[in-house]
């Protein structure tokens, strides 16, 4: 029953997540793109401010998944690594903290263009 109820959970505040995402699409004249980069500001600057983790353990993959949770990631990132490294932890620790969502995405981008053909318009 308790997995039940974490997967509910998930699904329930990943959804809303992404409902919030498509009435920006439907209802603003915001491209996707914008909405994308507002996701992850998003994301940053809670998880900057500390509020994004108890909705990471109230919702597990559900808050990690989408795009919030990759801002989340990169300011938790930065602040480990200005804590161990000064100042260069501004740089360095997005990058080391994102690596593995950035590379994972290249990889199935570089796989998903072999496989598939481009069309035109």
Known sequence: MEMALTFLKA????????????LLIDRTKLTPAKILVTFVVLGV???????????????????TVPLTGFGNVLAQGTKEAIREQGLLGVISGPLTAGAVGITA????????????????K
Do not use: N, R
């Not at 699904?11 to 995402?21: A, E, H, Q, S, V």
């Not at 600057?45 to 808050?63: D, K, M, N, R």
């Open 45 to 63: 600057i809670l998880g900057g401010i500390g509020l994004y983790e108890p909705l990471v353990e109230f919702a597990s993959s559900g808050a």
């Open 105 to 120: 995405a290249m990889l199935c981008g570089l796989i998903v263009s072999w496989v598939t053909k481009p069309k035109d």
């Open 11 to 22: 699904f329930l505040i990943g959804g809303l997540i992404c409902l919030i995402g498509q």
